[in-house]
Every structure is written in structure tokens, then in C-alpha cells.
């Protein structure tokens, strides 16, 4: 089946300093990602669409400039938490599915973010 | 703020019982989908619903969508321990493409 690889599983970064995250479809190709954040025992909340090759969607209240998000191919996109600071603790998560097909998302590991 | 509720946040029972998560959108749904994710992990699809009053069946695991197409329901039968999880509905709120998550059930299952 369809696999989405998210790396790091987690990092822990100094105040100040910028985190790149990536999310790669393995076996298929996506026009779309999307990038959630998940604070713990809460819903997922959506930041931004990635779109292939155009900038990125981004949600209400979601800062383009501190979360920048680059879709370069049909394979990855990355979302770069710059400038961290604590308040930006949380797990991302990133989703895609192949590219006209109707069905589930397919969802990566996640990356735990901690600043400390 | 959220679009899709779910209720009751969170549900405790007793394995052998039976549980329903409920879903409500404040917008029409074009289709909705149900993820599980269990704790420490990330969501993994369950299954979408696409036609008004639809119901399918996966096991012990039962999924409807409302005819408004603004709800849905997922009801598990003789629940598991292994059903331990938070339940999530999503759906595209607007007519773009993006997808949001509902607010999620807790379930425990207590052996």
C-alpha cells in the first residue's frame, strides 16, 4: 500500500534556529500534501496545503514566514519551522494520497518538536 | 475554529460493549472519512462515505452518513482492547481541497 515516509521522528532544537522537516511518498506521486499540527490530546489541526510546483495554502492564523513550506516534486515536501521558539513545541504530521485517486489519506510518522 | 465536532470527546467502557462516536459539520459534506489513530502513533484511514445515507461495514465496525450528508456516526460492536484509540472524522470543509479533522473520540476499553 501507499507509504509516507516523515523524517526526523523527532528533534529538539535551541530557541531561535530554524527545524526543516520532510514527508516523501514512497511508491506513489502527490500533487497535494497537506501538514497538520497536533498538540497532545487534541485534534489535528490543519496548517497548509503543499501544492506541487505553487506555493502553499495556508491556513487562518498559520504564518506563512515562520512555517515555509516547499513542494518541489511529486515525491516530497518539507515544512521548515524558522526561528523556533517553545511555543512551537508540537508533533507535525504530514498526509498525501496519489494523485487522482479518491480514498483515505495516507498519513507519515509524524516529528515530535521540542525547543528548548 | 473547528468545523467538525464529534462527541463525546472522550468514552470509557467495558470490553464487550458497544460504542458510537458521532459527527457533526456545521457545512455539507462532498464525502467523509474515519481515521484511527492509537496512542503515540499517526491516523491510518478506516474508510470514506460518499452517498447520502450511506452504511458500510467493516467487521464490527459500522459507519453511516447522514442523508444532509452533515453527519456521520461509527459504532463499534463488542468492543476490544484493541480498539483503543481516538476515532476521527475528516472531511473537505470548503471546495478547495483542503481537509479537516473532526475533534476526535477517546475510546478506552477497560479488559
Known amino acids: 500500500g501507499a507509504v509516507v515516509s516523515q523524517h526526523p521522528s523527532w528533534v529538539i532544537c535551541k530557541s531561535g534556529t530554524s527545524v526543516k522537516i520532510e514527508c516523501r511518498s514512497l511508491?506513489?506521486?502527490?500533487?497535494?500534501m497537506f501538514w497538520y499540527r497536533q498538540f497532545p490530546k487534541q485534534s489535528l489541526m490543519l496548517m497548509a496545503t503543499?501544492?506541487?510546483?505553487?506555493?502553499?495554502?495556508?491556513e487562518q492564523g498559520v504564518e506563512k514566514d515562520k512555517f515555509l513550506i516547499n513542494h518541489a516534486s511529486l515525491t516530497l515536501s518539507t515544512l521548515t519551522v524558522t526561528s523556533a521558539h517553545p511555543e512551537d513545541s508540537s508533533f507535525y504530521i504530514c498526509?498525501?494520497?496519489?494523485?487522482?485517486?479518491?480514498?483515505?489519506?495516507?498519513f507519515g510518522s509524524g516529528t515530535r518538536l521540542t525547543v528548548v | 475554529g473547528q468545523q467538525v465536532m464529534q462527541i463525546p470527546q472522550y468514552q470509557h467502557v467495558q470490553e464487550g460493549e458497544d460504542f458510537t462516536t458521532y459527527c457533526n459539520s456545521s457545512?455539507?459534506?462532498?464525502?467523509i472519512q474515519w481515521y484511527k489513530q492509537r496512542p503515540g502513533g499517526h491516523p491510518v484511514f478506516l474508510i470514506q462515505?460518499?452517498?447520502?445515507?450511506e452504511v458500510k461495514k467493516q467487521k464490527r465496525l459500522t459507519f453511516q452518513f447522514g442523508e444532509a450528508k452533515k453527519n456521520s456516526s461509527l459504532h463499534i460492536t463488542a468492543t476490544q482492547t484493541t480498539d483503543v484509540g481516538t476515532y476521527f472524522c475528516?472531511?473537505?470543509?470548503?471546495?478547495?481541497?483542503?481537509?479537516?479533522f473532526g475533534t476526535g473520540t477517546s475510546l478506552t476499553v477497560i479488559p
Open positions: 498526509s498525501a494520497r496519489e494523485t487522482g485517486y479518491s480514498y483515505g489519506y495516507t
Open positions: 511508491d506513489f506521486q502527490a500533487t497535494t
Open positions: 503543499s501544492n506541487e510546483g505553487s506555493k502553499a495554502t495556508y
Open positions: 457545512t455539507t459534506l462532498s464525502n
Open positions: 462515505l460518499v452517498k447520502s445515507g
Open positions: 475528516a472531511g473537505p470543509i470548503y471546495t478547495g481541497n483542503q481537509f479537516y
